[in-house]
């Protein structure tokens, strides 16, 4: 239920979705005569729109999620890399066959050089279907087809292909996987997510070092006006919004302990 709910709940939430349907509000109430509430609905989705897409909002909100975990020294011994879905094209993959990276498509990039690195360390990907209205193949589906042609041998690989969220990549993965005390497991998602994700698997009793990539600030950012072209600083500020949203909903069901959890 927690995932349909979320689900549904950020499609309505999302900026641009929200921008839509208030401009949809506002026109139904110009049509039915209350100029007011219409012109409410119009300024109220300039603002999200603008602020979204012309300002360093989204970078600003970022930043301290990227900030939160800093990449380690490289352990002398590795047992086993742990990437999270959401760095492929699900779509058009499905369609297509191929690996298409998404904008988060680092994640797989740095597993592979890390399996180089470290040859004898097994390799999880975690990530089925997370999507509730747009059909694609997980990242568990796609991602043996790139890493192999990458040099990461199949049978280093293993994959989780049930989780829809971040919560079910920790749960499914400790169960696939039941790491053992004294290994070490890197954790690789993207810097943003790495707080929710970190917090997610030590609650689920699964130990790992926290391995961020894929950032999206520079941490110079500061406030201003068109820092950015408006489509990656809208893509930028609804992902901010979505992992900061994440975090107090698990905060709230108790499914973290902390609403900002910190190394």
Known sequence: MFFYLSKVFWFFIQPLNLAIFLLLGGLIAAIIGRWGLAVIGGVLAFLILALSAWTSLGA?????????FQRPSLPEKVDGIVVLGGGFEGAINLARGGYELNSGGDRMVETAILARRFPAAKVIVSGGTGELFLEGEGD???????L??????????????????TYENAVFTKELVTPKPGETWLLVTSAFHMPRAKALFDKAGFATVPWPVDYRTSGREGIGLFRDNPADSLQATTMAIREWIGLIAYWLSGRIDQPFPGG
């Open 60 to 68: 600003m909100m970022l930043n301290p999620l990227e900030e939160r």
């Open 140 to 146: 568990a589906a796609t991602a043996p087809r790139l």
């Open 148 to 165: 192999t042609a990458l040099g990461v041998t199949a049978d280093r690989l293993i994959l989780e292909n049930k989780s829809r969220n």
